[in-house]
C-alpha cells in the first residue's frame, strides 16, 4: 500500500487542492507523496463529528475503549517495516530508535487499556443516604469521572510515534472517553498517515463512531490556532516549542469559554553534581552525562541542559572528561532544517551571552548538529538569565558555583522544569537533603543517580512541571496519570439506581475501586 | 473582647491610615470600629510570609496539620456569641441560618482534618524497581502529591463564615499545605476579624509558621487584583460574581507565570419538571420549589433560577401554587445594598427582555428583595439568551416547551451550570435517561427529586461545573474533593529509602491509600 496523501476526517478520507510535502532532513529533499492541507472545511467537519460521537464514544463500557485501543497497538504493529521506514525518512532517526519508539507507543496504549479495566481514573465515590439525619436527611450522593469533550491533540516533531498521531496524548485522550481531533506534525505527514490509517481501522473493527478521530495536516499555524479556537475543543494537548504553547495558552484563555491547555513546552533540566559523587566517579558521571546530552541528537525534552557543581579539582576533571567525550560524538542529522538553524542560533547566543565554550563535536553534513558543552559562573548567570533559556538540542552550561548557598540560590532562579537530577553518594545525603525542598518546587520529577532522557511509561511517572516546563503543572503527559487531563467529575445526588451510570449501580460499584463513605475499597476489577 | 479594626499579616496585628466601615444592611448604617485597609506594604509582608512559611507547613506531617485546622474549629467554637452576632448585624443573615453555618465551617475543617489522616489526597503510586529488565533496568519511581504553594483566598458575601476567612476554600488549601493570604469581603471585616483571631490563636496554639495566614481586608476590588498578580501566589479561590471571577482569570492568564484560578461565578441551575412528577404532585414541587428559592433571600450559588417544562395544565397548576406560594414569602433584607441594587436591575432586565411576570412578594424596607416569578416560551428564550442570565437573588424563570426536543435543545443551549435538577416520578425514567448526558455535560452535580439548595459536604460533593459556572470544571469547591485543586505531584526517581518524603518510605507507605505497580492497595492509616 502507498500513501495517498490524504486527510482522515471521521471515517472518510478526503484531498485539498492546497499541499505540502515532508523533507527528508538528511538530504533536504521534498518526499513524495504531496500531502492536502486542511482548511476550514475540514477543520468544521472533524470538529462537527467529534462533537457528534462524544455522547457516543464516552458512554462505551470502559472494556469496549480498551479494545480499540489495543486494537491500535496491532495495527501499528501490522503495518512493520512501511511505517518505521518512512518514520526514518521524515525525521532522519535510527531505525533501532523508532522501532523502540514504536515498542513505546504500542505499550502506552496497552497499559491505558489496562488503566482503563482498573478503573482507578473513574474516581468513584459514594456517601450513602443518611434517612433519619436530623435536622435534614441526607440523599445518597454519588460521584464519578466523565471525559472533559474533544480534544485537540498536536503531534510532536521529536516523537514521531510516540508522541504524535497515536501517542501518549492521544491514548490518554482516547482513553478518558473524548473523541480526539489530531493536528499532524507537517515534518512526518507520512509516518502520520499510516498511524491515521491504524486508527481508522481499528475504530471500524471495535465499532467506534466515525467521529471518534479525525488527522487535519497543514504546514501552517493558522490550522492550529483555529481549532484551539473551536468552541467544540474542550482541551488542547500540545508539545513542542514554548512559542508554540504560550501562542496555544493565549488562544484558549481568549476563548468565550476558556479550555485547558496541556502544553509542554521548554526545560533545561538542571543536573546537580554532589562532591562525593563527582569525586568518586567524576570520570564515568562524565561519560554518561555526553551519552544523556546527545542522545537522539539532544532532541529531548528531558536533555540536561544545565549541570551545576562546586568549584575545584573534582568539576575540572568531569569537564575534561567530558569535553574529550563529547569531541568523540559523531555528527547526526537534526529532525529539521528549522530546529537545527534554531540550534545553531542557540549555541551562538550562549557565546555572545559569554559563557565560556569547552568543548565541541565535529561538523556534519547537511542539518547537523555539532555537541557543544559551555561553562559560566554561578555569579555571571545571575546577570545573564537567557543563558538558562532551552537550547533545544545537544548543547549544555556547566554552571560553577562557589558555595552550597550559591548553589541552592541558583537553583532557586531558575524556572519551572520537567526534571532536576542528583548525582549523589551516600556522604552527599545532607546536602541533598537540603536542595530537595527546591527542588520539589522547581520540578515535577526528580532523579537521582541516573539520567533524565528515557522517560519511563508507568503509573508513578511526572513528566510534567511548573510553568514554563508545562503550562499545567497539576499534570503528567506520560504515565497513567495523564488521563485525569481529560477527565471532569460529576455529582449525581438522589439517583434511582436504574438511572444512574453503570460503575455507581449496585450491580456494578463493587467491582470497581472506590470511596465508600470515605472509606477506600478495592473493587474486583474484572 | 471588642474588635480592633486591625490586619492580621502573619502573626503581627497592623493597622493602616485608609479606613473603612461595615454597614448594617437592615439600617443602612456604617458600624464600629472603623477598620484599616491594606495597601501595598501589606500585602508585600504578607505575600513575603507566606513564601517563607511555605516549605516549613507543607513539610508538616499531615496529622499535625490536621491538628490545626481541629483547633481553628474550636477556636471558633470558643468565640460563642461574638461572632453569630457581629456576623448578624453585617450580613442581616438570620442567627438561625448563622449557627448553622457556623455547624457547618467547623464540620468543614474537621472533615479535611480526617481527610488528611486518611491520605487519600497524596496519591501515592510506587513502581518497583526492574533491575533485570533488558533492555534497560527500571529504577524505582515513586509519585506524591504536594502543596502548589501560597493561595489567595476571597471571601465570598453570602457565606460570612462558611466560603469566608476560615471557610471551604481555606480549609482545603490549608489541608493542602499551602499558606493562605485571605483577601477579606469588605462587607463583614468584623466577622472577618473574628475567625482571624481564631485562625491567628489555632497556628500559635499548634506551632504552625507564622506566614501560614494573612488576612488582608480593602473596600477596592484593586488589593484583589494586585494580590493575584503577586508572583508568590500560586493559585486563587474565589466565589463571587461573574465580572469579578473573570477578572481574575485574566490577571491570572497574563501573570508572567500564569496559575490556575478556582472561581465559582454564576449559575442558574435549572430544575426540569418532568410530567409525571409534574401531574402528581405540582403543588407540592411548588411549595418546595418557593422555598428553595427564596431561602437565604435567595442569595445561594445553587438557587434554582431556571424552571422548564412542559407546557399543559400540569405547568399551569404549577405556575399557579408557585405564584401563591411566592406572594406569601415576607420580604427580607440582602446582603448589601449593592447586592439589591443589582437584584433590582436584573428584575427589571427581565421584563424588558421580554419575560412575563407571573407573580411577585410584597415590597420590604430598606434592601430588602421582592422574590419574583417570570415566565417566558422556549421559543423565545432562543431569541433572548439575556434571560439566561444570573439574576442574583429570589427571582427565577420558567420556561414552557413544547415538545421533549425543544426541552432538550434549551438545556443543550445553557451555558454551563453548577447544578441541574430533574423533578421526576417512575413514568418519566425514560425522558430522564434521555436527558442525562446534556444534563452531565453542563452540570457538575445533577439533582433527583430534591433541590439544588443545600449543597452537602461530603466525599462525593461536586461544587462545580463547566464554564462560567466555574473557572475550571475540573474542579469542585465544596467536599474532599476540593483539595485537589491545591496539589501537584512530583515523582522521585531511583531515591535511597532516607531521602524520599516521610510518607513514600517503606516505614510509612503501608499505611498510607497507595497503587504499588499499579495495584491498588488500602493502607493503614493511623
Redo the contacts between chains.
Keep these: 500500500m502507498a500513501l495517498t496523501g490524504e486527510l482522515f476526517i471521521g471515517r472518510r478520507r478526503t484531498s485539498t487542492a492546497q499541499r505540502f510535502q515532508a523533507i527528508d532532513p538528511a538530504r533536504g529533499e521534498a518526499l513524495l507523496p504531496a500531502f492536502s492541507a486542511a482548511g476550514t472545511a475540514e477543520l468544521e467537519t472533524a470538529c462537527a463529528l467529534a462533537e457528534a460521537a462524544?455522547?457516543s464514544y464516552r458512554?462505551r463500557p470502559p472494556q469496549r475503549r480498551a479494545e480499540f485501543l489495543e486494537a491500535i497497538a496491532e495495527q501499528i504493529l501490522a503495518q512493520g517495516e512501511d511505517l518505521l521506514a518512512r518514520a526514518h525518512l521524515e525525521t532522519a532517526l535510527p531505525l533501532a530508535r523508532l522501532t523502540g519508539e514504536r515498542a513505546r507507543t504500542v505499550g502506552q496504549l496497552r497499559l491505558f487499556a489496562?488503566?482503563l479495566r482498573?478503573g482507578?481514573w473513574l474516581g468513584l465515590?459514594?456517601?450513602s443516604a443518611l434517612a433519619q439525619r436530623a435536622p435534614?436527611p441526607?440523599?445518597d450522593?454519588?460521584?464519578r469521572k466523565?471525559a472533559?469533550?474533544p480534544v485537540a491533540v498536536f503531534g510532536a516533531s521529536n516523537f514521531p510515534l510516540a508522541f504524535s498521531v497515536a501517542g501518549g496524548d492521544s491514548a490518554a485522550a482516547l482513553a478518558a472517553g473524548c473523541p480526539i481531533v489530531v493536528k499532524g506534525h507537517p515534518a512526518h505527514p507520512g509516518t502520520s498517515e499510516w498511524v491515521a490509517r491504524a486508527i481508522v481501522a481499528a475504530a471500524a473493527e471495535t465499532d467506534m463512531p466515525a467521529g471518534v478521530f479525525s488527522l487535519l495536516n497543514g504546514p501552517d499555524t493558522a490550522l492550529g490556532a483555529a481549532l484551539v479556537a473551536d468552541a467544540r475543543i474542550r482541551a488542547v494537548a500540545f508539545t513542542g516549542s514554548r512559542a508554540g504553547g504560550l501562542a496555544l495558552?493565549?488562544i484558549a484563555?481568549e476563548r468565550p469559554?476558556?479550555i485547558?491547555v496541556y502544553a509542554e513546552m521548554s526545560s533545561i533540566n538542571p543536573v546537580v553534581l554532589l562532591p562525593a559523587a563527582l569525586a568518586g566517579r567524576g570520570a564515568s558521571l562524565a561519560r554518561e552525562f555526553v551519552a544523556s546530552l546527545t542522545l537522539g541528537v539532544g532532541q529531548f525534552c528531558t536533555n540536561p541542559g544545565l549541570v551545576l557543581a562546586l568549584g575545584g579539582e573534582g568539576l575540572q576533571s568531569f569537564i575534561e572528561a567530558a569535553g574529550a567525550a563529547l569531541e568523540a560524538v559523531s555528527p547526526a542529522v537534526m529532525l529539521t532544517e528549522g530546529i537545527q538553524r534554531n540550534y545553531v542560533r542557540g549555541v551562538e547566543r550562549m557565546g555572545t551571552e559569554g559563557a565560556e565554550l569547552l568543548a565541541q563535536s565535529s561538523a556534519g553534513d547537511q542539518n547537523c548538529a555539532r555537541a557543544a558543552l559551555f561553562s559560566v559562573t554561578a555569579e555571571s548567570l545571575v546577570h545573564r538569565p537567557r543563558l538558562a533559556e532551552e537550547t533545544f538540542g545537544p548543547a549544555s552550561l556547566i554552571v560553577r558555583c562557589r558555595t552550597v548557598r550559591e548553589l541552592r540560590e541558583t537553583l532557586e532562579r531558575l524556572e519551572?522544569q520537567l526534571t532536576a537530577t542528583l548525582q549523589m553518594d551516600a556522604p552527599d545525603?545532607p546536602l541533598?537533603?537540603e536542595l530537595?525542598?527546591t527542588l520539589?518546587?522547581k520540578?515535577?520529577?526528580?532523579?537521582?543517580?541516573?539520567w533524565p532522557t528515557?522517560v519511563?511509561v508507568?503509573?508513578?511517572?511526572?513528566h510534567?512541571g511548573?510553568?514554563?516546563a508545562t503550562?499545567?503543572?497539576?499534570?503528567?503527559s506520560v504515565g497513567?496519570?495523564a488521563i485525569e487531563r481529560f477527565?471532569?467529575?460529576?455529582?449525581?445526588?438522589?439517583?434511582?439506581d436504574?438511572?444512574l451510570p453503570p460503575e455507581l449501580r449496585a450491580d456494578e460499584l463493587p467491582h470497581w475501586?472506590h470511596?465508600f463513605?470515605?472509606e477506600?475499597r478495592?473493587?474486583r476489577a474484572e
Design positions: 462524544f455522547d458512554s489496562e488503566e482498573a482507578e465515590r459514594v456517601d435534614a441526607r440523599a450522593i454519588r460521584l466523565i472533559c469533550g495558552m493565549k484563555a469559554e476558556p485547558p519551572g545525603q541533598a537533603q530537595l525542598a520539589e518546587r520540578a515535577g520529577r526528580i532523579v537521582v543517580n541516573s528515557g519511563e508507568c503509573h508513578a511517572m511526572v510534567g511548573p510553568f514554563p503550562a499545567d503543572g497539576r499534570s503528567t497513567t496519570l477527565l471532569r467529575p460529576v455529582c449525581y445526588q438522589g439517583f434511582a436504574a438511572l475501586p470511596r463513605d470515605g477506600r478495592l473493587g
